[in-house]
Nanobody, 115 residues
Framework: QVQLVESGGALVQAGGSLRLSCTASGTIRIKNMAWYRQAPGKQREVVAAITTDDTTNYSDSVKGRFTISRDNNVRTVYLQMNTLKPDDTAVYYC??????????WGQGTQVTVSS
């Protein structure tokens, strides 16, 4: 069974940067993957996705600031987040993109951006 473990979240000031990691176990390689976030009182939303041929897509709210990438050698997907804003505050999760069957959700990693 695939297990996803997210890490890298922290408290950061607005304008700062963070790099999140998502490591998958129980699978030979990472295929299509996405990063999601859920802010307090809001629904979980997808913010970035990467396909098997490394095509990437981003939500309008993070385009130009976030970059998704992966390293199949270590079964890890990354989310580089730059120019962070208070609205980016959320718990961040990785999983398959919405059009694919989800894996069990991990615990996520908390990102808090102070103004």
């Amino acid at each position: 069974q695939v297990q996803l473990v997210e890490s890298g979240g922290a408290l950061v000031q607005a304008g700062g940067s963070l790099r999140l990691s998502c490591t998958a176990s129980g699978t030979i390689r990472i295929k299509n993957m996405a990063w999601y976030r859920q802010a307090p009182g809001k629904q979980r939303e997808v913010v970035a996705a990467i396909t098997t041929d490394d095509t990437t897509n981003y939500s309008d709210s993070v385009k130009g600031r976030f970059t998704i990438s992966r390293d199949n050698n270590v079964r890890t997907v990354y989310l580089q987040m730059n120019t962070l804003k208070p609205d980016d505050t959320a718990v961040y999760y990785c999983n398959a993109p919405p059009m694919f069957t989800s894996f069990p959700w991990g615990q996520g990693t908390q990102v808090t951006v102070s103004s």
